[in-house]
C-alpha cells in the first residue's frame, strides 16, 4: 500500500483505512476463481488468466484502457516504454487473448494518447471495426518548453461486427444556446427555454471538451495515477449497451469502469493487477450502493462543464 498522505481539510480523495483494507479484501477474487458465469466482481490478478476462464461470446462492451507506451508505475508494477512495433505487437496480443470473450455484436474502447494511437489503429484495424476516434480535451497537462503541451486523450471506437448498439438519444449534450433562432411562429427551433436558461440537446460528437478529470475536490478522486473520470466512461456506456448487459475491463485501475456500469444498471467483471487499486474498486462499490450521482450526468442528459454549477448557484441564491 502506498504511503498515506496528510490532506487538507476539504479534500476528498477516497483512501483507505487498515480497517477498509480488512473489510474488503474478501471481496476480492483470484483468476483461479472465475467461470463463466462470474459478473459483478473485481478479480486480482492477470487479465489474460482471466479471460481464459471466461465464457466465450459472453461480453456486450470491453474498455480497454491499457498501459500507455510510457514509462509509468502503478503502485508495486511498472510498464516500460517500447518501440511503437513492439507495443504494437504487445497491444494486439493483448486483443487476441481478450477479443474471444465478445459477443458478435460486442464494442471495444481502447484508449491511449497520440503516441500509442498509431499502435492501438494498427491494433485494432486487423482485428476489429474501427468506427471512429474519440478525442477528449484534458484541462490538465504537464507544460513543455520544446513541445506542445499534451492536452487531449484519444479513445479508439471499434466494433465486432456490423450489428452492433449505439444508443445516439443516451448521450446527447446539453449546451446553452448562443443563437436562439425561432420558426415563423416564434417558436423555438431545436432548443427549449426554461427559468434556468435556453438549451439545445446536440448529437454527440468525436471532440469531447465538456469532461473533468478527477482531482482532490471531487468525491470520485483517488490517488491512481490515470483515472479516467466517471462521466467520461458513462458516455461509452450509455452509448453501447442496454441495462444487464456485461461490461468487461481488464486494466480496471480503481474501478470507475465498474464503478458507473453499476450506477447505470449494468453488469461487471474488472481485473486489477494491483491490490490497492483493486480494493479501491471495491471501496468504491461500496459507495455506489447508495450513491448514483455521476458527475455531469443529471436527469438523463449529460451537461456541458460548468453549466450546472451556474444553474445551482442561482438556485441557491435568497
Known amino acids: 500500500m502506498t504511503e498515506r498522505k496528510n490532506r487538507a481539510p476539504r479534500n476528498k480523495t477516497l483512501t483507505l483505512s487498515d480497517n477498509d483494507i480488512a473489510v474488503l479484501r474478501p471481496r476480492l477474487i483470484a483468476p483461479k476463481d472465475v467461470n463463466p458465469q462470474t459478473v459483478d466482481r473485481t478479480v486480482l490478478g492477470d487479465c489474460i488468466e482471466v479471460a481464459d476462464q471466461m465464457a466465450r461470446g459472453s461480453v456486450d462492451l470491453l474498455v480497454l484502457d491499457p498501459p ?3 514509462n509509468k508505475r502503478f503502485g508495486a508494477n511498472s510498464f516500460s516504454k517500447r518501440t511503437v512495433e513492439d507495443y504494437t505487437v504487445w497491444l494486439g496480443g493483448v486483443l487476441d487473448k481478450l477479443l474471444p470473450v465478445m459477443k458478435p455484436t460486442g464494442t471495444v474502447y481502447i484508449c491511449g494518447d497520440w503516441h500509442t494511437s498509431t499502435s492501438i489503429f494498427a ?3 486487423s482485428r476489429l471495426n474501427v468506427r471512429n476516434r474519440i478525442t477528449w480535451e484534458r484541462e490538465k497537462g504537464r507544460g513543455a518548453r520544446s513541445n506542445w503541451k499534451n492536452a487531449s486523450e484519444d479513445i479508439w471506437f471499434c466494433t465486432v461486427g456490423d450489428d452492433y448498439v449505439f444508443n445516439v438519444d443516451a448521450v446527447k449534450l446539453r449546451r446553452r444556446v448562443i443563437a436562439p433562432y425561432r420558426d415563423a411562429a416564434g417558436s423555438p427551433k ?9 438549451f439545445r440537446d446536440t448529437h454527440p460528437s468525436n471532440h469531447w471538451t465538456d469532461i473533468t478529470i478527477p482531482f482532490w475536490s471531487m468525491p470520485e478522486n483517488t490517488d491512481h495515477p490515470t483515472q479516467k473520470s466517471e462521466k467520461l466512461i458513462a458516455k461509452l456506456i450509455l452509448a453501447s449497451t442496454r441495462p444487464d448487459d456485461l461490461v468487461f475491463d481488464p486494466f480496471l485501475g480503481s474501478g470507475t469502469t465498474s464503478v458507473v456500469a453499476h450506477k447505470l444498471g449494468r453488469h461487471y467483471l474488472g481485473v486489477e493487477m494491483e491490490e ?9 462499490l461500496k459507495i455506489a450502493e447508495y450513491d448514483k450521482v455521476i458527475q455531469g450526468y443529471v436527469g438523463g442528459v449529460f451537461w456541458e462543464r460548468n453549466t450546472l454549477n451556474t444553474i445551482n448557484s442561482r438556485a441557491r441564491r435568497p
Open 276 to 284: 490497492e487499486y483493486a480494493l479501491l474498486s471495491e471501496h468504491r
Open 190 to 198: 431545436d432548443w427549449s427555454e426554461t427559468e434556468d436558461g435556453k
Open 68 to 70: 500507455y507506451n510510457l
Open 123 to 125: 491494433a485494432a484495424s
